[in-house]
Every structure is written in C-alpha cells, then in structure tokens.
C-alpha cells in the first residue's frame, strides 16, 4: 500500500488549497480513506474520510461547511477541497487507508483504524 499527499503549501486566511492522495497497491473500491492533521504539539485528529465501498463520507465539525472529500475511483486519488482556510487549519495533512468495518463518524476518530499512510503535506494559514 502507498499513498502520496500532495498539495499542500502556505495561503492567507480565506484562501483555498485542495490536496491530492494518491493511492497504489490495494483495491481502491474496498477501502476507506481518511484525511488526518497533525499540529504542533497537538494530537492527530480526523478532518474527514470516505468509504470508498459504500460511498459515505464524514467531516469533523471543524471543518464541516468548508471542506469537501471526494475520490475519483478512475485515478485512484482522494482529494479534499479546503475552503474558507483559517490558521487554525495549520497543520501536516495525512491521507490513511485501511478496510475499515465501523462508521465513518467512528473512524475519524480512531486513526489506529487505519493501517496504512502517507507522508504528509504541510498546509499553512496565515492571518
């Protein structure tokens, strides 16, 4: 399994950013992905994921109204659209996959659901 986050970089408050997760090696239909950050000093928390098998996805209410999951089955990529970016999204962005047999709203909660994950993109806001 190897999933590769791009995207990421430094914009204003109010900007937009949309990430890339580029995934290879697993059956993309069958898994979930799920889009975690990580700021400094503070604890990796859910941002958003979608279940690839079902077509459900879920957002932490942080970013809920703002940000949009989507995966294009085609290319094997999940994107997340950010909208309305507020430092408070300051963080390294992650992208995990794993066959994961608990609601979305369950998932995003526990990243050790999740397996498998990329190497993360640092997405900045400044104000």
């Known amino acids: 399994v190897q999933l590769v986050e791009s995207g990421g970089g430094l914009v204003q408050a109010g900007g937009s950013l949309r990430l890339s997760c580029a995934a290879s090696g697993f059956t993309f239909d069958d898994y979930a992905i799920g889009w975690f950050r990580q700021a400094p000093g503070k604890a990796r928390e859910g941002v958003s994921c979608?279940?690839?098998?079902?077509?459900?996805?879920y957002y932490a209410e942080s970013v809920k109204g703002r940000f949009t999951i989507s995966s294009d089955n085609a290319t094997n990529t999940v994107y997340l659209q950010m909208n309305s970016l507020k430092p408070a999204d300051t963080a390294i962005y992650y992208c995990?996959?794993?066959?994961?047999?608990?609601?979305?709203?369950?998932?995003?909660?526990?990243?050790?659901?999740?397996?498998?994950w990329g190497q993360g993109t640092q997405v900045t806001v400044s104000s």
């Open positions: 979608i279940d690839n098998s079902a077509g459900h996805t």
């Open positions: 995990a996959a794993d066959i994961v047999l608990v609601p979305m709203a369950v998932a995003i909660r526990v990243p050790s659901l999740f397996d498998s």
